[in-house]
């Protein structure tokens, strides 16, 4: 582990930094005119997906964070936090990393100089600023490999209750979107990808949360399809708060929703037009698990009963045959006080040699 007072001297110096150099929109605007590999080994693709908890150097206003309205209640934790997260980024050593509860691109630009350690430049941001003005969370990527296309969203709106509902909403017909979620290209051993990512609207057992994120799953599951009539493979990666109901968690939590079957094509307008796997299937069941919840505030680490995996990595069949290596990262206790995320990193190593 380096230094903490270096680290803490550098990471107050990026910030006024990177907040001069970028607008915290989308970073960078452009992508390199050339696809820039720079992986350690490139017939291996490793790739982690990181729900960073409140990962925000800027105070944002509107969720007063850092501050009361968050984790981290100040500029001093919150810089401390960002220490654990390069911890952990560092430890792992992914070729992509997907992230979900982050602020925007000055946080993404600290953690790449971070890694980066003032050498050569071996990862880059990439973010583009979803609509979810309430908590000002995004997700963003650092990557070896750079995208063939700007990162794009989606701004189509879904009906909710979808069809076929078992939520038990009630209330009128709504509509929503898909307020935190990004969708790039990437060309990677002669093979076509889309990395859609995506935040989905959290509580897994409230009525109205569980019908609205069944609907955010419809319109991610056309552009899936799309991909996939399009010659694409496809990762489909993020924090659904939601579980899996094929590849149950260590405490066998069962969704209300049908978000999982929809996201791999079980349920939905478009079902069995195509298939996703999750590629925890291979994690033993007691290592099942992604995030914690201190949900009777007791802070209680020993209760099994907060754990659960609501963090997934979908991918289509030809990438399924390249998998040798599955894990969700437990580096690290949860426990009140502490300063690591309270999720865990979901981590997949693809060979293609």
Known sequence: MKNWFYYSLLISSLIG????????????DVIPSENNDRRNNENKLRLMQYNVEWL???????????????????????QEHLQYVYNAIDDVNPDIVNFCEIEGCDELNALQTLLNDGTTNTYNPYLIKGTDTATGQNVGMLTKIDPTKSLYRTEDKETYPVKGSECGYTGDD????????????????????????AHLIAFPTVSTRCAKREAQ???????????????????????????DNIVVDMNDNIPTSHVLDILKGNNGPLAEKYSLTSIAENIPQKERFSEWYDS?????????????????????????????????????????????SDHYPVIVDFDFS
């Open 56 to 78: 925000f150097l800027d105070y944002y206003s509107a969720a007063d964070c850092p501050g009361d309205g968050c984790t981290w209640h100040n500029e001093s934790q919150a």
């Open 17 to 28: 930094k990177v907040i001069s150099s970028y607008d915290d929109t989308q970073c960078p």
């Open 296 to 340: 009777d505030g007791n802070c209680n680490t020993q209760s099994k009963d907060d754990y659960s995996m609501i963090d997934h990595i979908l991918v289509s069949d030809s990438l399924l045959d390249k998998v040798v290596y599955t894990d969700i990262y437990h580096g690290y206790k949860e426990y009140c006080g502490k300063m690591d």
């Open 217 to 243: 799953a419809t319109i991610l599951q056309s552009k899936i399809y799309d991909y996939i009539q399009n010659g694409y493979e496809v990762i489909m990666m993020g924090d659904f708060n939601d579980f």
């Open 174 to 197: 709504e509509t929503t979107g898909v307020s935190k979620h990004y969708i790039s290209e990437f060309y990677i051993n002669n093979m076509n990808i889309a990395i859609i990512s």
